[in-house]
């Protein structure tokens, strides 16, 4: 099995808390209302949320760790419609720190799991990153457009 690891970084207006709020523990309500072409419905079965809609019929996230104090989660895609390209998991940290502006920086490290010698498209990479950018960017619009929901 092999292993290969990206990492990003996005900042904003927001403050960590709001933002860890919204974008985490909130996104079983907030993403369906914000981007319902994407994301259907999100349900939480045993602290495993599954995402429906976008490109996949069904998506299941393994929750790993969760610190609500430091701001960080740590999940695992385990299930999707297609594993596409060898994938055999994808695991993905996430870290919001406070920015010198009074906003955040969020910080993500995503790791694809491949079975056996297989190679990650660059393709799919790219594209995990725009949409993961445009749900971002999304959930920013939608705390800074709502200040007292968060």
Known sequence: MGVFTYEDEVTCSIPP???FKAAILDSDNLIPKIMP????????????????????????????????????????????????????????????????????????????????DAQVCEEHIKGGKEKGLALFKAIEAYVSAHPDEY
């Open 37 to 116: 072409q994407a994301i259907k419905c999100v349900e939480i079965l045993r602290r495993r949320p599954i995402h429906i809609g976008s490109k996949f019929r069904s998506m299941t996230h393994r929750v790993d760790a969760i610190d609500k104090e430091n701001f960080t989660i740590s999940y695992t895609v385990i299930d999707r419609d297609v594993m596409s390209g060898g994938i055999e998991s994808i695991s993905h940290e996430l870290k919001v720190v406070a920015s010198p502006d009074g906003g955040c920086i969020y910080k993500k490290t995503r790791k694809n799991h491949t079975k056996d």
């Open 17 to 19: 808390a709001k933002m």
